[in-house]
């Protein structure tokens, strides 16, 4: 599975902007996605993970109650919108589909990732 992330940019604190996640040359429908960022000198972390019909969530706590994810299988996209945005959430983005159809919390579950999207939140 290719994937894409995009729609990152510049936005102000207490802003909004909504991440994509497409799935290019196969469908991953059938898969959990997850979102991670790494802001620098950081390690990766975990965002937000959607199981593959979007029945089962999870958020990271520091994006809980601000960042909601979900898909759109028949379009083949998966959405991260970003609401009240902080300036340590400036990181790049990555998306990623999972071996399996459920969502996890854990890096090492996903085995398709998409090249990131910057994201900057200024203060």
């Known amino acids: 599975v290719q994937l894409q992330a995009f729609g990152g940019g510049l936005v102000q604190a207490g802003g909004s902007l909504r991440l994509s996640c497409a799935a290019a040359?196969?469908?991953?429908?059938?898969?959990?996605v997850g979102w991670f960022r790494q802001a620098p000198g950081k390690e990766r972390e975990f965002v937000a993970g959607i199981s593959w019909r979007g029945g089962s969530l999870h958020y990271a706590d520091s994006v809980k109650g601000r960042f909601t994810i979900s898909r759109d299988n028949a379009k083949n996209t998966v959405y991260l919108q970003m609401n009240s945005v902080k300036p340590e959430d400036t990181a790049v983005y990555y998306c990623?589909?999972?071996?399996?159809?459920?969502?996890?919390?854990?890096?090492?579950?996903?085995?398709?990732w998409g090249q990131g999207t910057v994201v900057t939140v200024s203060s």
């Open positions: 040359r196969r469908t991953f429908s059938n898969n959990g």
């Open positions: 990623a589909a999972a071996a399996s159809s459920f969502a996890s919390t854990e890096r090492n579950a996903y085995r398709y």
